[in-house]
Nanobody, 123 residues
Framework: QVQLVESGGGLVQAGGSLRLSCAAS????????VGWFRQVSGKEREFVAG????????GYADFAKGRFTISRDNAENTVYLQMNSLKPEDTAAYYC????????????????WGQGTQVTVSS
C-alpha cells in the first residue's frame, strides 16, 4: 500500500517556475515507478512525466520536454517535478501516481493516486 500527497502547486506568471513534490508513505515506494499526470476540468487526465524506481529511466510528454524535469529521492520517499518556463496552457490539477515496475504513460496502469495540487499560470 502506498499513500501519496502532492504539494507545491500555486499561482505563477507565465515564464515562471514551480517545483511539485509527491511525498509517499509505504514500504514499497522505493521500488515503485511514479508518474505525474495533469487534468483540466472536462478533459481526460494526461501524462506529464514518469520515472522508474531507481531514477535511471524517465520519460516526458512532448509538451514537457526541455521544460519539466522529474526526479526522485528514495531516502526521502519523494518524487519531484520541476517545471520551468510555464505557460498558461500548463494550468491544470497535477497528480502523482505509483505503480510497480516501470512507469507507463497510461493513467489506468497506476494503482495509487494522490489528491492533486492545482497549478495556475497567468498570462
Amino acid at each position: 500500500q502506498v499513500q501519496l500527497v502532492e504539494s507545491g502547486g500555486g499561482l505563477v506568471q507565465a515564464g515562471g517556475s514551480l517545483r511539485l513534490s509527491c511525498a509517499a508513505s509505504g514500504r514499497t515506494f522505493s521500488t515503485a515507478a511514479v508518474g505525474w499526470f495533469r487534468q483540466v476540468s472536462g478533459k481526460e487526465r494526461e501524462f506529464v512525466a514518469g520515472i522508474n524506481w531507481s531514477g535511471s529511466n524517465a520519460g516526458y510528454a512532448d509538451f514537457a520536454k526541455g521544460r519539466f524535469t522529474i526526479s526522485r529521492d528514495n531516502a526521502e520517499n519523494t518524487v519531484y517535478l520541476q517545471m520551468n518556463s510555464l505557460k498558461p496552457e500548463d494550468t491544470a490539477a497535477y497528480y502523482c501516481a505509483a505503480k510497480s515496475e516501470n512507469y507507463n504513460r497510461l493513467s489506468r496502469m497506476y494503482d495509487y493516486w494522490g489528491q492533486g495540487t492545482q497549478v495556475t499560470v497567468s498570462s
